[in-house]
């Protein structure tokens, strides 16, 4: 059975950094593109960064430049690396598949962007 744990999430101010990680269990990460997507109150779930199994990445504009994703296939997880973070940066991220069908959802992890 597939299933994905992210982490590292919290709260930190307007400019700040943090670093999410998804390990994933019962699948073997390597040959999926993989996504972060994030989903804020009243909001759908928006695919943000995704990188394929050759480790190429495409970035959503409106992050383009300050979020980075990249990957560990040895320890089946994928990494976001978040800069410059901004209030509407503020949502629950998720990982998996890109595109679908995905896998069962994972918790998320709440990141809050707030001063």
């Known amino acids: 059975q597939v299933q994905l744990v992210e982490s590292g999430g919290g709260l930190v101010q307007p400019g700040g950094s943090l670093r999410l990680s998804c390990a994933g269990s019962?699948?073997?990460?390597?040959?999926?593109?993989m996504g972060w997507y994030r989903q804020a109150p009243g909001k759908a779930r928006e695919l943000v960064v995704s990188i394929s199994s050759g480790g190429g990445t495409t970035s959503a504009d409106s992050v383009k430049g300050r979020f980075t994703i990249s990957r560990d296939n040895a320890k089946n997880t994928v990494y976001l690396q978040m800069n410059s973070l901004k209030p509407e940066d503020t949502a629950v991220y998720y990982c998996n598949r890109s595109p679908p069908p995905w896998f069962s959802w994972g918790q998320g992890t709440q990141v809050t962007v707030s001063s």
């Open positions: 019962g699948i073997m990460f390597s040959i999926y593109t």
